[in-house]
């Protein structure tokens, strides 16, 4: 089994800064995929970044420019800097790692979300 622990959520004002990590533990082999999605109330879960292990990234259109994924593989960590902040950033963020285990299958993952709120 593999667990996905995030951190770094919490209150920023407008313009603000934060930085999400999300560190993977358990069975690991390698980790192809890290993503970030987030779920604003009344909304559906969205991607917000992903960056695969290769280090090619993509990111939504509303952050292009303000968030920056990054990974540690010597970690299992994923990274989430968000710089900008706009208070429609405002959602429980939810770390994704697509893992390969010590069985060589491949599962996904997902944290127990963490929350962001961006007052204006």
């Known amino acids: 089994q593999v667990q996905l622990v995030e951190s770094g959520g919490g209150l920023v004002q407008a313009g603000g800064s934060l930085r999400l990590s999300c560190v993977a533990s358990?069975?690991?082999?390698?980790?192809?995929?890290m993503g970030w999605y987030r779920q604003a109330p009344g909304k559906q879960r969205e991607l917000v970044a992903v960056?695969?292990?290769?280090?090619?990234?993509n990111y939504a259109d509303s952050v292009k420019g303000r968030f920056t994924i990054s990974r540690d593989n010597a970690k299992n960590t994923v990274y989430l800097q968000m710089n900008s902040l706009r208070p429609e950033d405002t959602a429980v963020y939810y770390c994704?790692?697509?893992?390969?285990?010590?069985?060589?299958?491949?599962?996904?993952?997902w944290g127990q979300g963490t929350q962001v709120t961006v007052s204006s």
């Open positions: 994704d790692m697509a893992v390969v285990g010590s069985n060589s299958r491949l599962n996904f993952y």
């Open positions: 358990g069975s690991i082999f390698s980790i192809n995929a």
């Open positions: 960056i695969i292990s290769g280090g090619s990234t």
